[in-house]
């Protein structure tokens, strides 16, 4: 009857175990807090490219960015495609509308594209002031960028053709400059000119920066005129006021995203994007292409290889348990030298007295394993009461948050729940080689040296 065997060596492995309660306990804690750690490292990296992955989709996995790069400044100086004022030599880099037209007209493969042009200023309504990324767009930039409406609506093709003084805001914008206010209907100062204000976009979270090629964008703190109102009231060159003097650059876009027909037909397109504008633009390094399908692609790369180093450096503590395991039971062993001698004078082969060491260790291993899943699952408890103490604690003593503190904010856990088997699998494998060695030292006493032990 090998199962009722089986049932009465676990028997007596639990008796043996909780007659030194604490002990076991103790020695459980290496198992559970590795199996903990195993599970909520796994959990915590999944959720940290879960939300790597998100910033990268908000992007769009059909689109391919084009930005407008600054280049360094020893490349700047000969280069001036317009004059400046009283004439300042003015740096000129940066897409051009020819690039747009370009583009569009002979890639076959795109079926939206959407151009735009951005700067830093300052809005102004009667007292209030806001620090704003102006942006002059046409009504396609709404959909490409996901973002929604309050109320209101977004700038039109009608807008664009009119040259209209219309703008749209982003909703810390509205909150700020018309706290109680509806500003529909309001006028909005940038700089020296006035819009109308014709809608509100709902709050929408910070797109994440890229490498080093396209910054963290803050969509509630836009303000969007159409593109042509912003050549005609803006310009091109634009001055900025810096420690008493005057600094002007040159732009005529900042950003061209182009929306492809086909996911297969991105990374091919990205390249022939890549080989036209090197064309036009020389070897001057004023643009970068973008491709988050490639993105995407390294983001889950590097999820797994997150994983694996999270994973095998949580298992070390696992086998930290289980030299543990293996130290109280050498102890165990000694301590219970007799009691081997008695059972193997009364008949016990080795194979029995391996077993029953053996059981104790599984025991121990895979109760430690299955209390450790448990504190696991808890993880996304535990790492929401940790988010609360680094809102309370150290964002609210800061002067602002940096991106990676809203990552860090925003980030959920996600169980892996394939970690919960793997986890217990490997907590009783190295009970069971932990264990193996006590086990068969045990097994080997003479029985007549152990009958004398005292």
Same mark, same amino acid.
């Given at each position: ?274 080989? @036209? %504008?090197?064309?036009?633009? $020389? ?6 292409? #973008?491709?988050? +399908?490639?993105?995407? *692609?390294? /983001? ?118 394939? @970690? %919960?088997?793997?986890?217990? $699998? ?6 069971? #080689?932990?264990? +193996?060695?006590?086990? *068969?030292? /045990? ?12």
């Amino acid at each position: 009857m090998p199962f009722a065997n089986t049932i009465r060596t676990v028997r007596l492995a639990l008796k043996s175990l909780m007659l030194h309660k604490l002990r076991s306990g103790l020695t459980m804690l290496g198992i559970v807090f590795g199996v903990f750690s195993v599970i909520a490292m796994l959990a915590i990296g999944e959720g940290a490219s879960a939300q790597a992955q998100k910033q990268v989709l908000a992007l769009g996995a059909t689109n391919i960015i084009v930005i407008t790069v600054k280049p360094p400044a020893d490349s700047q100086q000969s280069q001036n495609r317009g004059g400046g004022a009283r004439g300042m030599q003015v740096p000129a880099y940066g897409l051009l509308r020819s690039d747009y037209d370009l583009l569009t007209s002979t890639l076959p493969t795109i079926s939206g594209a959407v151009r735009m042009r951005e700067i830093i200023s300052e809005a102004q309504y009667l007292q209030r002031t806001i620090n704003v990324r102006l942006v002059g767009s046409t009504t396609e930039y709404e959909e490409m960028n996901h973002l929604q409406l309050l109320r209101g609506r977004f700038l039109s093709d009608k807008d664009e053709a009119d040259m209209a003084n219309v703008a749209v805001l982003g909703a810390e914008t509205a909150s700020t400059l018309f706290p109680l206010e509806d500003p529909i209907g309001q006028t909005v100062q940038v700089r020296t000119h006035r819009y109308t204000i014709i809608g509100v976009m709902r709050s929408r979270t910070a797109s994440a920066a890229i490498g080093g090629s396209l910054s963290g964008q803050d969509f509630n703190k836009d303000i969007y005129i159409p593109l042509s109102t912003f050549r005609v009231r803006i310009g091109d060159i634009v001055f900025t006021r810096l420690s008493g003097s005057f600094m002007a650059e040159q732009v005529e876009l900042s950003q061209i995203t182009l929306k492809v027909r086909e996911i297969e037909d991105v990374v091919p397109t990205s390249e022939v994007v890549r080989e @036209s %504008l090197r064309k036009s633009h $020389g070897t001057k390094p004023d643009f970068d292409v #973008i491709v988050p +399908l490639e993105l995407l *692609r390294q /983001a889950d790369q590097i999820r797994h290889i997150f994983n694996i180093v999270l994973g095998s450096i949580a298992a070390i503590s696992l086998v930290v348990g289980g030299i543990g395991i293996m130290n109280i039971m050498l102890a165990t062993v000694t301590e219970r030298t007799r009691e081997i001698g008695i059972r193997r004078a009364l008949g016990a082969r080795q194979s029995d007295i391996i077993a029953q060491f053996l059981t104790e260790t599984i025991v121990l291993a895979g109760s430690g394993g299955l209390i450790g899943i448990l504190l696991g699952l808890s993880t996304p408890i535990a790492f929401e009461g940790l988010k609360g103490i680094v809102n309370n604690f150290v964002l609210d003593r800061s002067t602002g948050t940096s991106q990676m503190s809203k990552m860090f904010t925003e980030m959920e856990p996600r169980i892996a729940w394939w @970690s %919960l088997p793997v986890a217990f $699998g490997i907590s009783v494998g190295i009970g069971i #080689i932990f264990g +193996l060695y006590p086990a *068969r030292s /045990a097994a080997k006493m003479d029985p007549i040296e152990a009958l004398r032990h005292e």
